[in-house]
């Protein structure tokens, strides 16, 4: 796969685009070229390994109260004039109205320091080798080992009228272990922005225990149960926290839980959107060029603040947050980074204060139920463990939870000092072991 | 297109494969959205790129590339062969595909109106009339939209085949959000999920009558907010199509998944209840359920003439009268069962892998209706549109919201009722099915946010079902 092109001639693409537009035009371009390569592992063997490179250009053209936006993912010489025409064409069969201004300049700056070289240079036999050593300890153990090993570079550069003119890049790595016997699994990830720090047989050992204990699950009457979440679990909480309830248009559109200034969840909750861990591969700016900044989004249990885009935020008379997604769009802005507070516990000692409990690896398949109330379901997976009396008894069937996730923040027990680092479906997330007083599942 | 899939053949062979296909696409998306009287979004997305797929020492490599020149499609061809051969070190058994007839063919979606080539004022026009259609008192977000795909896809494979398809797709729908203190309530029309979208053409959006549906969608989402909740308790549960549309699609499209039984999947989708012993022996649901995969349904978002390994489409059982009858199969995963391909394998664009995805998994029409179902059920609810879905990664257990819901009392709708949700296990709630509308309620849907894959794949397919009735089923509000 060719080298990922620099940010200065991503700029230069762009700068093309911007130069074919028609007189008195306002315009806002954005060129993003992502390398992407993943091994997937089944049964003990890789079946599946696939690579793809992709150089996509956007174009947002206003004139005259009237908007075009067009997209082309399309090889060749002609692409930014045939971009400039098609988003022409729509622009002029667009109703005149009040468009979403394009970014001024925030003097942001560009850095790049979720990228890593290494991650770029990784080779389809480097995958293949860590798949490898996942496979190896687990049939050492008499497990088969399913999962992937991943890496991917993206680059983004923005132009426009309005004189933005940024690029950065970022990297991300990503390795999932799930280690399966006759009639037990378990599951382990580790994501990281440079490939060199991620350890295959550190992964494969925890799986490979976790699945070795996973045996012989016997069902659990459904109830509310103390928990002990893994960080992978938490993450997954934080994340559909984010979707339901901590962007600004929720909040504008009366969808949000969100009170600010009030206390709705335990003391030992603070929850920011925190653009400087580079173990979450972040990029500097957002869909329309703005600076990504840190929020602190529940302080203490006290809710603060939300995330915003220039929409929201010009709606709301503060300044953006950098969170939007491309514009216009009808979703508003959504946190990328979440990051629960670690606290100074750790797994054993959550263990050893839970009286009756449930210790959950995963969660799988979670939706939003009632997002007002932030209530959610979804399944637990690959590892559920009764606690009794403050030690780990035996693993239990998977249960089915529906629960408010604002409810289960505000019966926080303990957090764990130690955070991991995980991929979600709109950003990353870091989050550490918790402890929650009062969790319900429901078959 | 024809040029750079020999191309990338011949660069294949050339670097040492067994077998190679690709897939050269030109694919156009054209999406338009108004939201609260206002144009929000008129944009279209070019997508062409083409993709490799070889098999080296029975080992799989694949690459994606956008690049058209012939050093570049060669690099891809190459790092395909590479990619494969990394495989080839660490895989547990040799891929055999199942045979298949190379043949020279073309297919095309059957459209009166090609949807590219209606003027877009007409659609916000339209989307404009549908929007003031929904504002209504209490209605804080109204949302209309439109779509269009025309996938243009040449395959060809080392075995010979030649065959080029377009694909066309149109899609329309409305949301209605009304909001109180407590309560946020949205009703969606045709279908949730953001549209209604079939393989047609205009002359799918205009039978919709988003317009005439607009008022009457705002009117309940406002009606729900102060309706009271859904009652709680085991009873009778009727669904609309599009909720029983989803049911299929969660709780039989996914387990009869072939390389789901066979753990390909087994780390991220997940796996499923239905094993190969169980073929022709497990009793999936009531003798009222018939469920097949059929790639020949007129105007299903999983039509087509041939999947993207080259097999023709098809027709297959899944569940017979209840009986478990068939799975969804590729060329890997019919040869370890020394059994044809079911021809439904399919890749969201072409820089990803081609897998097994649904094709059209129909709920085969009964011969009630939904009047008849309402009528003669005591006590229970009739439930409409998809809010919330979950289920366990084999495919057992299932939790569903829908957005309205009407209690039943002695054979009528007695009030609205809000935040319904009901579980179960998928075969006990297919065995108590008792009831399935008959072919004048039959419909089909398309949901166009199937994920499944790693990297991530989105796929639109089909489902065509009716309104069907089942009983003693665990129903509770939010």
């Given at each position: 796969?060719?080298?990922?092109?620099?940010?200065?001639?991503?700029?230069?693409?762009?700068?093309?685009?911007?130069?074919?537009?028609?007189?008195?035009?306002?315009?806002?371009?954005?060129?993003?070229?992502?390398?992407?390569?993943?091994?997937?592992?089944?049964?003990?063997?890789?079946?599946?390994?696939?690579?793809?490179?992709?150089?996509?250009?956007?174009?947002?053209?206003?004139?005259?109260?009237?908007?075009?936006?067009?997209?082309?993912?399309?090889?060749?010489?002609?692409?930014?004039?045939?971009?400039?025409?098609?988003?022409?064409?729509?622009?002029?069969?667009?109703?005149?109205?009040?468009?979403?201004?394009?970014?001024?300049?925030?003097?942001?700056?560009?850095?790049?320091?979720?990228?890593?070289?290494?991650?770029?240079?990784?080779?389809?036999?480097?995958?293949?080798?860590?798949?490898?050593?996942?496979?190896?300890?687990?049939?050492?153990?008499?497990?088969?080992?399913?999962?992937?090993?991943?890496?991917?570079?993206?680059?983004?550069?923005?132009?426009?009228?309005?004189?933005?003119?940024?690029?950065?890049?970022?990297?991300?790595?990503?390795?999932?272990?799930?280690?399966?016997?006759?009639?037990?699994?378990?599951?382990?990830?580790?994501?990281?922005?440079?490939?060199?720090?991620?350890?295959?047989?550190?992964?494969?050992?925890?799986?490979?225990?976790?699945?070795?204990?996973?045996?012989?699950?016997?069902?659990?009457?459904?109830?509310?149960?103390?928990?002990?979440?893994?960080?992978?679990?938490?993450?997954?909480?934080?994340?559909?926290?984010?979707?339901?309830?901590?962007?600004?248009?929720?909040?504008?559109?009366?969808?949000?839980?969100?009170?600010?200034?009030?206390?709705?969840?335990?003391?030992?909750?603070?929850?920011?959107?925190?653009?400087?861990?580079?173990?979450?591969?972040?990029?500097?700016?957002?869909?329309?060029?703005?600076?990504?900044?840190?929020?602190?989004?529940?302080?203490?249990?006290?809710?603060?603040?939300?995330?915003?885009?220039?929409?929201?935020?010009?709606?709301?008379?503060?300044?953006?947050?950098?969170?939007?997604?491309?514009?216009?769009?009808?979703?508003?802005?959504?946190?990328?980074?979440?990051?629960?507070?670690?606290?100074?516990?750790?797994?054993?000692?959550?263990?050893?204060?839970?009286?009756?409990?449930?210790?959950?690896?995963?969660?799988?398949?979670?939706?939003?139920?009632?997002?007002?109330?932030?209530?959610?379901?979804?399944?637990?997976?690959?590892?559920?463990?009764?606690?009794?009396?403050?030690?780990?008894?035996?693993?239990?069937?998977?249960?089915?939870?529906?629960?408010?996730?604002?409810?289960?923040?505000?019966?926080?027990?303990?957090?764990?000092?130690?955070?991991?680092?995980?991929?979600?479906?709109?950003?990353?997330?870091?989050?550490?072991?918790?402890?929650?007083?009062?969790?319900?599942?429901?078959? | 297109?024809?040029?750079?899939?020999?191309?990338?053949?011949?660069?294949?062979?050339?670097?040492?494969?067994?077998?190679?296909?690709?897939?050269?696409?030109?694919?156009?998306?054209?999406?338009?959205?108004?939201?609260?009287?206002?144009?929000?979004?008129?944009?279209?997305?070019?997508?062409?790129?083409?993709?490799?797929?070889?098999?080296?020492?029975?080992?799989?490599?694949?690459?994606?590339?956008?690049?058209?020149?012939?050093?570049?499609?060669?690099?891809?061809?190459?790092?395909?062969?590479?990619?494969?051969?990394?495989?080839?070190?660490?895989?547990?058994?040799?891929?055999?595909?199942?045979?298949?007839?190379?043949?020279?063919?073309?297919?095309?979606?059957?459209?009166?109106?090609?949807?590219?080539?209606?003027?877009?004022?007409?659609?916000?026009?339209?989307?404009?009339?549908?929007?003031?259609?929904?504002?209504?008192?209490?209605?804080?977000?109204?949302?209309?939209?439109?779509?269009?795909?025309?996938?243009?896809?040449?395959?060809?494979?080392?075995?010979?085949?030649?065959?080029?398809?377009?694909?066309?797709?149109?899609?329309?729908?409305?949301?209605?959000?009304?909001?109180?203190?407590?309560?946020?309530?949205?009703?969606?029309?045709?279908?949730?999920?953001?549209?209604?979208?079939?393989?047609?053409?205009?002359?799918?959006?205009?039978?919709?009558?988003?317009?005439?549906?607009?008022?009457?969608?705002?009117?309940?989402?406002?009606?729900?907010?102060?309706?009271?909740?859904?009652?709680?308790?085991?009873?009778?549960?009727?669904?609309?199509?599009?909720?029983?549309?989803?049911?299929?699609?969660?709780?039989?499209?996914?387990?009869?998944?072939?390389?789901?039984?066979?753990?390909?999947?087994?780390?991220?989708?997940?796996t499923s209840f239905l094993m190969p012993d169980m073929l022709g022996r497990f009793r999936y649901g009531s003798d009222h359920v018939t469920i097949t995969a059929d790639a020949t349904s007129a105007r299903g978002l999983g039509t087509f003439g041939y999947d993207d390994e080259g097999v023709p489409a098809q027709r297959t059982l899944l569940v017979d009268r209840g009986l478990f009858s068939g799975y969804l199969t590729s060329r890997e995963t019919a040869s370890r069962f020394d059994a044809p391909s079911g021809g439904t394998v399919r890749a969201e664009s072409w820089n990803r892998l081609p897998l097994i995805r649904m094709t059209n998994i129909n709920l085969e029409p009964g011969t009630s209706s939904l009047e008849e179902m309402v009528a003669t059920t005591e006590q229970g609810v009739y439930l409409e549109t998809n809010r919330s879905w979950s289920i366990d990664d084999r495919r057992l257990n299932f939790q569903f919201g829908t957005q309205a819901g009407w209690e039943i009392r002695d054979g009528r709708r007695v009030r609205l009722v809000r935040n319904p949700l009901y579980s179960g296990s998928t075969p006990q709630f297919w065995n108590s099915c008792d009831a399935v509308a008959g072919a004048a309620e039959w419909r089909m849907y398309g949901v166009i946010n199937c994920g499944k894959g790693q990297p991530g794949q989105i796929m639109h397919v089909g489902h065509g079902a009716a309104p069907c009735r089942f009983r003693n089923v665990a129903v509770r509000p939010a």
């Amino acid at each position: 796969m060719s080298q990922l092109r620099a940010g200065e001639e991503l700029l230069d693409i762009a700068d093309q685009v911007v130069e074919r537009v028609p007189a008195g035009s306002e315009a806002e371009v954005t060129v993003t070229q992502t390398t992407s390569a993943l091994t997937r592992f089944a049964n003990g063997g890789i079946h599946q390994n696939v690579a793809d490179q992709a150089l996509r250009l956007r174009l947002r053209l206003i004139r005259d109260g009237r908007c075009g936006v067009a997209e082309m993912r399309v090889a060749g010489d002609d692409v930014a004039a045939a971009l400039v025409a098609t988003a022409e064409a729509i622009r002029s069969h667009s109703p005149n109205g009040e468009q979403v201004p394009l970014y001024a300049p925030d003097g942001g700056a560009d850095t790049s320091a979720g990228y890593s070289a290494a991650t770029e240079a990784v080779t389809p036999e480097q995958r293949a080798d860590l798949a490898a050593t996942v496979c190896a300890v687990a049939a050492a153990r008499g497990q088969r080992a399913f999962g992937t090993s991943e890496t991917g570079v993206t680059a983004v550069a923005m132009v426009s009228t309005a004189g933005l003119r940024r690029s950065a890049r970022h990297s991300t790595t990503e390795l999932i272990a799930v280690s399966r016997s006759e009639d037990g699994s378990a599951y382990g990830a580790r994501s990281a922005a440079d490939a060199a720090q991620i350890d295959a047989g550190e992964l494969a050992a925890e799986v490979t225990e976790l699945c070795a204990r996973n045996h012989d699950a016997q069902a659990l009457e459904p109830g509310t149960y103390e928990v002990v979440l893994s960080p992978y679990a938490v993450a997954e909480l934080l994340e559909y926290l984010g979707l339901v309830g901590l962007g600004a248009l929720a909040v504008l559109e009366k969808r949000s839980f969100m009170r600010f200034g009030e206390r709705l969840m335990s003391e030992a909750v603070t929850i920011t959107d925190d653009v400087s861990r580079t173990e979450l591969a972040p990029l500097p700016f957002d869909g329309e060029g703005a600076s990504t900044l840190p929020v602190t989004i529940i302080d203490g249990g006290v809710c603060r603040a939300v995330v915003h885009d220039s929409v929201t935020a010009a709606r709301t008379g503060v300044a953006t947050t950098g969170h939007s997604f491309p514009q216009p769009n009808a979703d508003g802005p959504l946190p990328r980074y979440l990051c629960l507070a670690p606290g100074d516990s750790d797994r054993e000692a959550m263990v050893a204060a839970c009286q009756r409990g449930l210790l959950v690896t995963r969660f799988w398949y979670v939706r939003p139920v009632h997002p007002l109330a932030t209530i959610i379901t979804g399944m637990t997976r690959d590892g559920t463990f009764l606690i009794d009396r403050g030690r780990v008894v035996r693993p239990v069937r998977d249960l089915r939870f529906t629960q408010s996730i604002v409810g289960a923040l505000g019966e926080v027990r303990s957090v764990g000092a130690e955070r991991l680092a995980s991929r979600g479906y709109f950003g990353a997330a870091l989050a550490p072991w918790l402890h929650l007083g009062a969790f319900t599942f429901t078959s | 297109m024809r040029d750079i899939a020999d191309r990338l053949l011949d660069a294949a062979h050339a670097a040492g494969a067994a077998y190679a296909d690709c897939r050269v696409v030109d694919r156009t998306t054209q999406s338009v959205t108004v939201k609260n009287g206002r144009v929000n979004n008129v944009s279209q997305f070019a997508d062409q790129g083409s993709g490799i797929r070889v098999l080296v020492d029975g080992a799989w490599g694949f690459c994606g590339t956008q690049r058209a020149d012939g050093a570049g499609l060669e690099e891809a061809a190459r790092l395909a062969v590479r990619i494969a051969r990394a495989s080839a070190r660490t895989s547990v058994a040799r891929v055999r595909l199942a045979p298949v007839p190379a043949v020279t063919a073309t297919y095309t979606t059957p459209v009166v109106v090609d949807p590219f080539t209606v003027p877009l004022d007409r659609k916000i026009d339209l989307l404009l009339a549908v929007d003031a259609g929904m504002d209504v008192p209490g209605v804080t977000t109204r949302i209309g939209s439109l779509g269009a795909v025309r996938h243009h896809q040449f395959f060809a494979s080392s075995e010979g085949s030649r065959i080029e398809q377009t694909i066309i797709e149109t899609g329309g729908g409305l949301d209605a959000t009304a909001t109180s203190a407590s309560e946020v309530q949205t009703r969606s029309f045709p279908n949730s999920f953001g549209r209604q979208q079939l393989t047609a053409g205009w002359e799918a959006v205009e039978e919709m009558d988003l317009r005439g549906n607009a008022t009457r969608i705002a009117e309940e989402a406002v009606a729900l907010l102060s309706a009271d909740a859904c009652p709680a308790g085991t009873m009778t549960l009727i669904l609309d199509a599009t909720q029983a549309a989803l049911q299929v699609h969660e709780s039989c499209g996914h387990p009869t998944e072939l390389d789901r039984v066979l753990g390909f999947e087994a780390a991220y989708a997940g796996t499923s209840f239905l094993m190969p012993d169980m073929l022709g022996r497990f009793r999936y649901g009531s003798d009222h359920v018939t469920i097949t995969a059929d790639a020949t349904s007129a105007r299903g978002l999983g039509t087509f003439g041939y999947d993207d390994e080259g097999v023709p489409a098809q027709r297959t059982l899944l569940v017979d009268r209840g009986l478990f009858s068939g799975y969804l199969t590729s060329r890997e995963t019919a040869s370890r069962f020394d059994a044809p391909s079911g021809g439904t394998v399919r890749a969201e664009s072409w820089n990803r892998l081609p897998l097994i995805r649904m094709t059209n998994i129909n709920l085969e029409p009964g011969t009630s209706s939904l009047e008849e179902m309402v009528a003669t059920t005591e006590q229970g609810v009739y439930l409409e549109t998809n809010r919330s879905w979950s289920i366990d990664d084999r495919r057992l257990n299932f939790q569903f919201g829908t957005q309205a819901g009407w209690e039943i009392r002695d054979g009528r709708r007695v009030r609205l009722v809000r935040n319904p949700l009901y579980s179960g296990s998928t075969p006990q709630f297919w065995n108590s099915c008792d009831a399935v509308a008959g072919a004048a309620e039959w419909r089909m849907y398309g949901v166009i946010n199937c994920g499944k894959g790693q990297p991530g794949q989105i796929m639109h397919v089909g489902h065509g079902a009716a309104p069907c009735r089942f009983r003693n089923v665990a129903v509770r509000p939010a």
